[in-house]
């Protein structure tokens, strides 16, 4: 059985970051590049189900820059079993993305594509869903749990008002929600052992037609921090003074 | 021509996206999956399928794709910036082989669109290249617009294709309001101890004020609180008149669910949390000592 894996270098979840001072972009300097989140805890999923299956095989893919490779490196490491680098500067949006990867979906035959729900540079939420769109596959986004059932996957997805579990027969594709695992750690010389494992880099199977694009990037605007206040009387006055009460 | 159809999952969504679709300023149809939609939106044409429940996305994109093209051509398909929408919406891009935009909050013209990204730091001017687009849209920066008139209404049979099969669902829901719909929240952080606390000193206070209860993603994380509550970049995105944040650091993938609200309190016993920087009203305090009191001087 194939699992594919789509990952994305995104920018530090956790770093503050801001627009170019001209709009054209966002001030990446000295801010560190990781995995996207949502991604990671794909790769993990796919490790911890081929625990349970051991013919399971995992291929990690990236559409970007050479400087991916690092991302790759790290999913290897994680346990994926080879790597493809798409390599390209041109710019993409999710549409086009989810065409790149349908392309190697269709060469590779996965069973199974499992991917972030997310995108936390972009936010966009959408490569996923169009992904199984292009392949006509059945889909379950926003996966809280995943079971083999022997002819697919059992996985329960959370929703807005709770969450819901579903059955899906191979090939199918599901996205990943923060609460499905917890990543392992991986220190450096585990990234270093993962060198010897195979990562293609190939050009991609052409060039994108993107149907939306980023003209600029601004600050949002700031609230004000407001007034501390000494005490839950003084709360109660100024929160009925202003009718929220 | 410029033509929008809005797809709701319910009813009531139709409304709150009617206000988009005035400020977008072009001729919109509705079609609401489940639910009666008011006519007096707007609307030139209302739609009502005739499905007897929420079909699964992969079930339902085909036949919503073949609708929208035998009764378009519309330019533009809006939904709720939901999860059910997100999921929905996407796929039927997919299936349209139509960009999208996520989360508009703004729209400078019919094809030019604001949104955020990296957890609200960074608001991004989306240009839509083709047609059609399809849309998500957070209903705050979108007010519902004044009634009036009177849409052709009817109703829409979807065939479903099912791929993947429903086997159970729990909606936990309850008696409070939506958390997307509510007008008081009260969220609270990692510092809860556990389930039981959090339902009675949050969710006391809740109930006094008539409102819903949300929680950071470390309170859910730690199994304090349930997933459908958690607010943020990665949760609901609310925009109530008052949210108050006991025991809330103020992560910037939290705030980025809250900016919409009309007053923000903060309840930290440090008085260097980050949420102070955001909040209109903060108090240093053990939320312990200060949600009771709250709770009892709020209703005198
Ligand atoms: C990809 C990604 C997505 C994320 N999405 C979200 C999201 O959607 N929503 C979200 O909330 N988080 C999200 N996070 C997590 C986020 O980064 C923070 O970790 C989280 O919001 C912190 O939750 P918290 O404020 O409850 O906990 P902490 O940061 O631990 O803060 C607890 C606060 O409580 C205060 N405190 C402790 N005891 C008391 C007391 N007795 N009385 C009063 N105050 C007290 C402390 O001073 C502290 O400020 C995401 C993270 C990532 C990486
Ligand atoms: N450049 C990329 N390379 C590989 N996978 C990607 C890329 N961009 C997006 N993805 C995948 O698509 C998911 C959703 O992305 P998005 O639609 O941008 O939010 C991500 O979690 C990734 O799994």
């Known amino acids: 059985m194939k699992i594919l894996v789509p990952v994305k270098r995104v920018v530090d979840p956790y ?7 001209d709009g054209s972009g966002i001030d990446t300097t000295g801010v560190k590049f990781e995995i996207n989140p949502f991604d ?9 189900l081929r625990e349970k299956d051991p013919s399971i095989e995992i291929t990690v893919v990236s559409i970007g820059k050479g400087e991916c490779e690092e991302q790759l490196r790290k999913a290897l490491a994680m346990g994926a079993d080879k790597a493809v680098l798409i390599e390209t500067d041109a710019e993409y949006d999710s549409l086009a993305i989810a065409k790149e990867l349908a392309t190697l979906v269709r060469e590779l035959e996965p069973d199974v594509v499992l991917m972030g729900k997310q995108a936390t540079d972009d936010d966009c939420n959408q490569a996923g869903q169009m992904l199984a ?18 002819r697919g996957l059992r996985v329960t997805r959370e929703t807005d008002s709770g969450d819901e579990t579903v059955e899906l027969d191979f090939p199918c594709l599901v996205t990943t929600d ?7 750690y991986i220190a450096l010389p585990g990234i270093i052992k993962a060198r010897s494992k195979p990562l293609e880099k190939r050009a991609p199977s052409e060039a994108p037609t993107v149907k939306t694009r980023t003209t600029k990037y601004s600050s949002p605007p700031a609230r004000a921090a407001g007034r501390k206040l000494s005490s839950v009387d003084e709360l109660v006055a100024v929160l009925k003074e202003r009718g929220a009460l | 021509m410029s033509r929008l159809l809005i797809i709701a999952f319910e009813g009531a969504e139709a409304a709150q996206l009617a206000g988009f679709a005035k400020a977008l300023g072009i001729p919109f149809d509705v079609l609401s999956l489940s639910g009666k939609v008011d006519l007096d939106l707007g609307a030139a044409k209302v739609f009502t399928s005739d499905l007897n429940e929420l079909p699964l996305a992969d079930a339902v994109s085909g036949s919503l794709s073949n609708f ?14 939901s999860m059910r929408g997100k999921d929905l919406l996407a796929r039927l891009a997919g299936t349209l082989d139509a960009g999208m935009v996520t989360d508009v909050i703004a729209i400078e013209s019919p094809t030019l669109f604001h949104r955020p990204m990296v957890a609200g730091s960074i608001i991004a ?4 290249l083709s047609t059609p687009v399809v849309l998500t849209v957070r209903p705050a920066g979108f007010p519902a617009p004044a009634r009036s008139g009177n849409s052709e209404s009817g109703i829409l049979s979807l065939s479903t294709m099912p791929k993947s099969q429903r086997v159970s669902v729990s909606a936990r829901g309850g008696a409070r309001p939506d958390l997307t719909q509510a007008k008081i929240i009260v969220t609270g952080g990692r510092p809860l101890k556990d389930a039981e606390t959090f339902e009675r000193i949050l969710g006391g206070l809740a109930d006094t004020l008539g409102g819903a209860v949300g929680a950071t993603r470390a309170a859910v994380d730690s199994g304090i609180a349930p997933n459908e509550l958690q607010v943020g970049q990665t949760g609901k995105i609310v925009a109530p008149d008052l949210y108050i944040a006991a025991g809330v650091s103020g992560s910037t993938q939290h705030m980025a669910g809250i900016k919409d609200s009309k007053i923000i309190v903060a309840i930290n016993k440090d008085p260097d949390a980050p949420i102070f920087e955001s909040a209109d009203y903060g108090l240093v305090a ?5 949600l009771p009191e709250l709770q009892s001087k709020a209703k005198a």
Do not use: M
């Open chain 1, 15 to 21: 770093a503050k970051v801001r627009p170019l001072a």
């Open chain 1, 40 to 48: 990671e805890i794909a790769v993990e999923e796919a490790v911890r």
């Open chain 1, 133 to 150: 769109a292009k392949l006509d596959w059945p889909q379950a986004t926003f996966a809280s749990k995943v079971d083999l059932t022997g």
């Open chain 1, 178 to 184: 923060l609460r499905l695992n917890e990543p392992r």
């Open chain 2, 68 to 81: 929208i093209q035998q009764n378009g051509p519309y330019t533009h398909i809006a939904g709720p910036s």
């Open chain 2, 125 to 128: 001017t989306v240009e839509v």
């Open chain 2, 286 to 290: 053990d939320l312990y000592d200060a």
